[in-house]
């Protein structure tokens, strides 16, 4: 089954920018939906965005046109492009996946999270 690991949080102050990336190992990512959910502290999961194993995009109202999701098929990894970040964009942010690559439901597989926090 398809690992997922994180890496790319950090601290940065509002309007500032990050990229996190998703790095896959035991299976190609080309097999899956995968997505970035986000948890803040006490709040429920918050989901993000997704993309298709043919290349379709998707965001949730919240993100879109600041946050930009990529493939890169070469490495077997995932990105998350955050620009114009906000204070409220403070969360543990998941890399998910599942088998289902046209994202019509639940994810099976998870990530262990990096966080990203933003100051005012």
């Known amino acids: 089954q398809v690992r997922l690991l994180e890496s790319g949080g950090g601290s940065v102050q509002a309007g500032g920018s990050l990229r996190l990336s998703c790095a896959a190992s035991?299976?190609?990512?080309?097999?899956?939906?995968m997505g970035w959910v986000r948890q803040a502290s006490g709040k429920e999961r918050e989901w993000v965005g997704s993309?298709?194993?043919?290349?379709?995009?998707d965001y949730s109202d919240s993100v879109k046109g600041r946050f930009t999701i990529s493939r890169d098929n070469a490495k077997n990894t995932l990105y998350l492009q955050m620009n114009s970040l906000k204070p409220e964009d403070t969360a543990m942010y998941y890399c998910?996946?599942?088998?289902?690559?046209?994202?019509?439901?639940?994810?099976?597989?998870w990530g262990h999270g990096t966080q990203v926090t933003v100051a005012p």
């Open positions: 035991g299976d190609t990512l080309v097999n899956y939906c």
């Open positions: 998910a996946a599942t088998r289902q690559w046209w994202c019509g439901g639940s994810y099976d597989y």
């Open positions: 993309s298709t194993n043919t290349g379709r995009i």
